[in-house]
């Protein structure tokens, strides 16, 4: 797409994974293309059901677009699910009000695993990479386009669980009894997952984070064997560069704090943390070799505004001076949230931010 | 009840919480007395409510002592619900099948906290007391007694959100918008559980845990100004020494990996580690000031004996030779585990752990 593309006009996010200088702190939400916004309830309410609004790439990308139609953010994440992979191998996604997801076809055991096929990306998923494109177009270089995925383990969870669960009972059974068997699913569910990030990226995709929804539920070893093993295997086959820009890749294993040196091994170019662990600790920690991305909690923004500006002040004083933080939730933004509270927190971003960056 | 106390027979617990050597590494299983037992199955549907059981002490000892009959285990826990004291406040527990307890009478805003009264322990919870004076009587002196409370702000959070939550969001916009109403609420539940804890000890309970369920989904300033503080005031107000022995003081936050340093500075004798902080790591980080007790996942017991006694080797390397260390999961034991498979574990500790004391 290179003779046709639009120069990027905000490349505030690019910058900050770079750990480059940028006058202010780049800005984006986990899941800020969601139900707490009442445009997005009515383009959902239109789309049928949840799946028939991933499918569709115009609609994809109308709700793409946005918060960022409402906000001064400086990120478009793609509109999509993290359980898209595993639909795309025939375990029948579908969402079950207040339940979540479900599969109609959960991997229970060994047999289950051996008969999977791996995905056909180009046929399967090109609903998403079509909608990659789409946004690209729509975008005009106004902001940089995340693409993403579920972790393997993540995915995996799901696949075997057939939807959330708690205690992973079913997940950890067969990772303890038969980590052969559970193998055999990451690599596969590992290679199906590059595959995919890189046709997103190939699309337009402009930087891509990994979602390990789950991987904090795990012990440090069966972590490591089991979830970041499979996530620097897909770091390792990522295009790490397309129209002549490096695509940074972020990780974000939520409740994975004690791991952050172990996660900045990955390969990756930025670790996304939630609100438990401290910026200023995780800066000491890994800042001299990854950037960091997060980390108010999503409940904050159930306050009023005078609490979530001075949580974000909070926020932004424990990274303190200086390049490569990327301000964002520490998880997705809940449903409940009035958009107005949203609003306040990107604005006191945008306010309190410089302050940080005046050596810079 | 000092005249009549039957001399202890198993201390390894008292010893290890006190990081004096023993011969091998006690064991014990948060909610060893559940709904694994089938023996625990039968006296619930006798007793009617999960509250009856609660309140009958007769009952309560009679499922503390189940899982002592089956296994060698170096410890009884109080059979009770972390929830009495809200209880004994007027909020009107009950447990709704499959959605955990229930409050009537959540406190939702200021106005509900102000007129909360602070319970009367000797009235309204003597039948905890009466508990462990029977339970006491019962034992022995086979083993010692555990008693145990959940944390203030993990009392707090199933008084505001009225149950069980997964964000928290109203427990959190309290503490982010009325602070000071949540310092009310949480002062005075501090009070009432010092108070319950002291007189556990003074029925019988020879060591105290308390549960910090929900501490973890705080942020880390969060963390130490709304659930440690309130522990560390917890334990600051308890009696230490009770028929000539040291009342040992467990601290368990769950998810509080990243804040061990901070959780030994409580005053507490023991941390209780989650499955997802290694033991090792944690010895070398507060193993000189404090015992640790743990962390087995608990999701191995839904492995084969084969796997839990590899994931029991595992655990007990990592916490490594010499004192200070009591074997347990990483928390509670669930319903679905074959009573076959916690035996394994047990066994396993026994077989496995007197190498790595062998020098003491």
Redesign the interface.
């Known amino acids: 797409m290179s003779a046709a593309t639009p120069v990027l006009q905000n490349d505030l996010l690019l910058r900050a994974l770079a750990r480059e200088p940028v006058p202010r702190t780049p800005v984006w939400m986990m899941r800020q293309a969601g139900r707490y916004l009442p445009e997005y309830r009515a383009t959902r309410e239109r789309a049928g059901s949840f799946m028939d609004l991933c499918r569709s790439s115009e609609l994809a990308c109308e709700v793409t677009m946005q918060p960022l139609a409402r906000y001064p953010l400086d990120a478009a994440i793609l509109f999509s699910d993290i359980l898209t992979i595993p639909d795309a191998m025939g375990l029948g996604l579908h969402f079950v009000e207040g339940e979540g997801p479900k599969f109609e076809r959960p991997v229970r055991d060994s047999s289950a695993i051996r008969a999977l096929r791996p995905p056909d990306i180009a046929r399967d998923l090109g609903y998403v990479t079509d909608a990659v494109r789409v946004i690209r177009r729509e975008l005009q270089g106004r902001v940089p386009l995340i693409g993403f995925t579920g972790s393997p383990w993540t995915l995996a969870t799901y696949m075997i669980e057939g939807g959330s669960s708690r ?4 997940a ?2 067969l990772v ?2 038969d980590p052969a068997a559970a193998h055999h699913l990451l690599d596969m569910v590992a290679t199906a997952v590059t595959q995919y990030l890189n046709a997103q990226i190939e699309a337009g995709a402009q930087a891509v984070q990994i979602f390990d929804t789950w991987g ?8 490591q064997a089991f979830s970041l093993h499979y996530m620097t295997r897909v770091i390792e086959g990522l295009i790490r560069e397309h129209d002549q820009r490096r695509v940074p890749v972020t990780v974000f294993t939520k ?1 994975g ?2 791991w952050l040196e172990l996660m900045a091994d990955s390969g990756c170019d930025a670790l996304g943390l939630d ?4 910026l200023g ?1 995780a800066r000491a920690r890994v800042g001299h070799r990854v950037a960091l991305q997060g980390n108010l ?4 923004l ?3 505004p005078a ?2 500006r001075s ?1 974000v002040e ?1 926020v932004l004083a424990s990274f303190g001076s200086g390049a490569g933080h990327i301000f964002n939730l ?1 998880h997705g933004i ?1 449903p ?1 949230v009035p958009p107005e509270h949203a609003g306040a927190m990107i604005e006191a971003v945008h306010e309190l931010s410089p302050q940080w960056h005046e050596s810079s």
Chains 1, 2 share one sequence.
């Open positions: 205690d992973f009972a079913r950890k059974a303890y009894d904090g539920a795990l012990s440090t070893p069966a972590y409740g704090g004690q609100w438990t662990t401290e600790d909690d999503p409940a904050v159930n306050a009023g609490a979530i949580e909070r520490g809940t409940g």
